[in-house]
């Protein structure tokens, strides 16, 4: 900028570009507070001022802010600057991009998630939820800044805002997929020991990252490959249904429920949060005269999209 300029009847002696960013300082003997330092945009456009008597504070203060800034540029340099390896979500990868209970929890190693999204207004905002705080190491809040940080920066863009967040969906390997009528899109990064499982909904700009140790939740998966088993209370096998897939049972008296399933391990299932031996719930079924068969429903929408 050239020639002079005053802003609140302070006039700029002093100007200081970090980047794009703009700190100046202003000086106005008339007033009791005869220093002001603040970040300028544009040249015009003068906020978040520091007031104060002493010429001396107030240069102090102009450098101080200027190399807070030449910090933070670094450091989201460096963040940047890190390589994710991105893969898209799997079919049975997708079962854990949501709330589970803690048995399931337990044995596939969730640490906990972290949802968010933008505000009315665009405004970054995420909450975490601990669901295994004993596993919330030094080592994993780590790996898990690590992988939020690059996923914030300008080298990935899907933190920065809505329009970035469909600008990633469009340009990066992700699944697409429908989930309980809701449409979204997905990908699993491995950082370290940890995998996170990270869901979004570009329309509304919502997220959700969800963060486990690899080791179980691999081994978990695996073994939920297998599938759920039904049983008679005779132990004749009756049907088995895929881990997430739907039951449903139909009391004695007509009235049919579903029921969703979750793989916990070879003899045992999780009904909406309720784990069952396959034995005690056949026994529990013929007891109360009721019946129960898969649910006849279209499969799970999901396409993984290489771009």
Known sequence: MTGERINQNYKIIRSVMIGECEFVMGENLKSPNSYVTWECKDGDNYFWGHYMSDRLCAEKDLYERAIVKIEFLMERQKDAEISLEIQPLKTEEILYTGKQ???????????????????????????WTDRWDDRR?????????????????????????????????????????????????????????????????????????????????DR??????????????????????????????????????????????????????????????AERMHMNGATYAPMKEEPQKQKAKER
């Open 101 to 127: 209970s803690m048995q399931l929890d337990g044995q596939t190693g969730c640490v906990g998630y972290l949802k968010g999204g933008f505000g009315e207004s665009g405004e970054y905002q995420s909450k």
């Open 137 to 217: 190491t030094d080592e994993f809040n780590e790996n898990l800044n690590k992988v939020i940080k690059a996923l914030s920066s300008k080298n990935y863009g899907l933190f920065e805002s809505r329009e970035t967040m469909r600008e990633f969906e469009k340009s990066m390997p992700v699944s697409t997929f429908e989930r309980e009528g809701k449409k979204a899109f997905g990908f699993r990064v491995d950082m370290g020991d940890y995998a996170f499982l990270i869901r979004c909904d570009s329309v509304k700009g919502e997220f959700g990252c969800f963060c486990y140790q690899s080791k179980d939740l």
């Open 220 to 281: 978990h998966i695996e073994k939920a490959g297998q599938g759920i088993r039904f049983i008679d209370p005779h132990y004749k096998e009756l049907f088995k249904i895929t881990d997430g897939e739907r039951i449903e049972v139909t009391t004695a008296w007509g009235e049919k429920f579903p029921h969703t399933c979750r793989f916990i391990d070879e003899y045992h299932t999780e009904l909406d949060g309720n784990v069952y031996h396959i034995c005690e719930f």
